[in-house]
């Protein structure tokens, strides 16, 4: 399977705690983008890179929220001091051009 | 602010044709994408549109009207498998990396 892959797919934590995404994007795919999305709603942009380039941030993020690249080839993404609200689905993609947007299938965060 | 709008739901019958439209509103833009996501999947790239005119890919096509903020998928043949939500995302930012998503049209194909 040479599509993006993203670990753990499942992760239950307490609030207070610090979590730790992974994302592998397609080979040779220099443009990594990380969402994340809540039941019936789009998702939402969280960061992107290119290669090893961290471009653009939301606003929306806190500081709690990191991500980084640092070969240019797989990503990550730590939550720091989870809250309940951060439970949702944190959705990586990676891309060869910014034509198009590959996503993998997701890590689910519940924050109890 | 970012704004792109979309039916919340749609239904449609087996083997007719359907037009699923995006209206947007955002700081910039760079290009229109269009994803197709199943229930408890991820997102999956159908279409990108960065010029005005119509875009045919099998029995999906997708149009954008840069001037009217519109844009529209059209779903030709529709299967019981075409049941699910259709995202409309812009790109926006200012690397263009940035794609902002309306909240999906939940499509539901019947009998």
């Known amino acids: 399977d040479t599509g993006v892959s993203q670990n753990p797919r499942h992760k239950i934590t307490k609030r207070g705690q610090n979590v730790t995404f992974r994302c592998d994007p397609i080979?040779?795919?220099?443009?990594l983008y990380w969402y994340r999305q809540t039941l019936g709603q789009g998702p939402e942009f969280l960061t992107y890179?290119?290669?090893?380039?961290?471009?653009?941030k939301s606003r929306l993020l806190s500081d709690r929220f990191s991500a980084e690249r640092p070969k240019g080839s797989f990503s990550t993404l730590e939550i720091q001091r989870t809250e309940q609200g951060d439970s949702a689905m944190y959705l990586c993609?990676?891309?060869?051009?910014?034509?198009?947007?590959?996503f993998g299938p997701g890590t689910r965060l519940t924050v109890t | 602010g970012q704004n792109i709008d979309q039916p919340t739901e749609m239904t449609a019958t087996e083997g007719a044709i359907v037009q699923i439209n995006c209206t947007y509103q955002?700081?910039?833009?760079?290009?229109l994408f269009w994803y197709q996501q199943h229930a408890g999947e991820a997102p999956t790239f159908l279409s990108y549109?960065?010029?005005?005119g119509l875009e045919e890919k099998g029995r999906f096509s997708s149009f954008l009207s840069r001037s009217k903020g519109y844009s529209y998928l059209l779903l030709k043949e529709l299967q019981m498998k075409d049941s699910a939500s259709y995202l409309c995302?812009?790109?926006?930012?200012?690397?263009?990396?940035?794609?902002?998503f309306g909240d999906g049209t939940t499509l539901t194909v019947k009998p």
């Open positions: 993609a990676s891309s060869f051009s910014p034509s198009e947007q590959y």
């Open positions: 080979s040779e795919h220099n443009r």
């Open positions: 890179f290119q290669n090893e380039a961290q471009l653009e």
């Open positions: 955002t700081s910039g833009f760079n290009g």
């Open positions: 549109n960065v010029l005005d």
């Open positions: 995302a812009v790109r926006d930012g200012t690397n263009a990396g940035k794609s902002t």
